[in-house]
């Protein structure tokens, strides 16, 4: 069974920081492409950022240079950093697992930016 689970979420001030994990299961993670996705009341999901199997990063331009995805593959998990958080960061944030036809999807996690 696989299973994809976000850790970190939470309050956070306007230009504070937040690291969300996301852990796996039931994939063999190291083949797999890992993104984060959000999802902001009242908007569609939209992508954060990405990282492929060889570690090749893709960001979308409102979260560029204040976000860094990364990945363990021996702990079969993925991480974004946030910092400079904004208020425009308040959404649910998704972790992604994408290889070939398969697409895997968390629960989400809720992140706050709120002063």
């Known amino acids: 069974q696989v299973r994809l689970v976000e850790f970190g979420g939470g309050l956070v001030q306007p230009g504070g920081s937040l690291r969300l994990s996301c852990t796996t299961s039931g994939i063999i993670f190291r083949y797999y492409t890992m993104g984060w996705y959000r999802q902001a009341p009242g908007k569609q999901r939209e992508l954060v950022a990405t990282i492929t199997n060889d570690g090749i990063t893709n960001y979308a331009d409102s979260v560029t240079g204040r976000f860094t995805i990364s990945r363990d593959n021996a702990k079969n998990t993925v991480y974004v950093q946030m910092n400079s958080l904004k208020f425009e960061d308040t959404a649910v944030y998704y972790c992604?697992?994408?290889?070939?036809?398969?697409?895997?999807w968390g629960k989400g996690t809720l992140v706050t930016v709120s002063s």
């Open positions: 992604n697992a994408r290889h070939v036809t398969l697409d895997y």
